[in-house]
Structure formats: structure tokens, C-alpha cells
């Protein structure tokens, strides 16, 4: 069964650092883009972060570009998203997603990704 995983989400404070985890399974995580999305309540989801396993070039939205930071683990089939400088506006349910397509090309398009986590809060408190 094909599975993402979150982890690491939680309370910061304005300006802190969070570290979050998305673990796959399932599937050959080598041949698939990992994106990072995020979603409010009564508002679209947002594209905030993909990453190529193949060639691990990154795509970040203009909203996170310069304070978050996508990697990948290929050995654990783990992809991370550090953010650092957070801003209350980024309170939000995060979530990654594998698209087979296996590059970013198209990263913000939802619909292009095959399988999604859960989702875990993020919280910013000023």
C-alpha cells in the first residue's frame, strides 16, 4: 500500500523553526516528485515546495522563497521541509504528495499528484 507520512509539525513561535517529515512507502520513492502543500480552512490548498529525488532541484513559492528549505533522504525515502523565520500566515495543515510523473515540471497542479499524506498542523503564534 502506497503511504506519506508527516511528522514534525506543532506550535511555533513568530521567527522560530519547524522541521517537518514526510516518510513514503509503498512505492519506488526514487521515481516520484515530492511536493509540500498547505491549507487553511475555507481557503484553496497551496503549493509551498517540490522536490526532484532524481536530480534534487527544488521549487519553492514566492511566499516561503529564501526562508524554507526542501530536501530529500533517497536511503529512507524521506523527504524534509525546514522552515525557519515563520510568520503567523503560515498556520496551516501541511501535506506532501508523490507525483509519478517524477519531476517538478507541473508542481503546483494538485491534481497531477498520485498519492497524499494526512496532513499535520502548524501552528505560528505571535
Known amino acids: 500500500e502506497e503511504k506519506l507520512v508527516e511528522s514534525g509539525g506543532g506550535l511555533a513561535q513568530v521567527g522560530g523553526s519547524l522541521r517537518l517529515s514526510c516518510a513514503a512507502s509503498?512505492?519506488?520513492?526514487?521515481?516520484?516528485?515530492i511536493g509540500w502543500f498547505r491549507q487553511v480552512p475555507g481557503k484553496e490548498r497551496e503549493a509551498v515546495a517540490c522536490?526532484?529525488?532524481?536530480?534534487?532541484?527544488?521549487y519553492y513559492a514566492e511566499s516561503v522563497k529564501g526562508r524554507f528549505t526542501m530536501s530529500s533522504d533517497n536511503a529512507k525515502n524521506t523527504v524534509s521541509l525546514q522552515m525557519n523565520s515563520l510568520k503567523p500566515v503560515d498556520t496551516a495543515v501541511y501535506s506532501c504528495?508523490?507525483?509519478?510523473?517524477?519531476?517538478?515540471?507541473?508542481?503546483?497542479?494538485?491534481?497531477?499528484?498520485?498519492?497524499w499524506g494526512q496532513g499535520i498542523q502548524v501552528t505560528v503564534s505571535s
Open positions: 504528495a508523490a507525483d509519478a510523473v517524477g519531476s517538478c515540471w507541473y508542481w503546483t497542479t494538485l491534481v497531477n499528484y498520485d498519492y
Open positions: 509503498g512505492f519506488t520513492f526514487d521515481d516520484y516528485a
Open positions: 522536490i526532484s529525488p532524481g536530480d534534487g532541484t527544488t
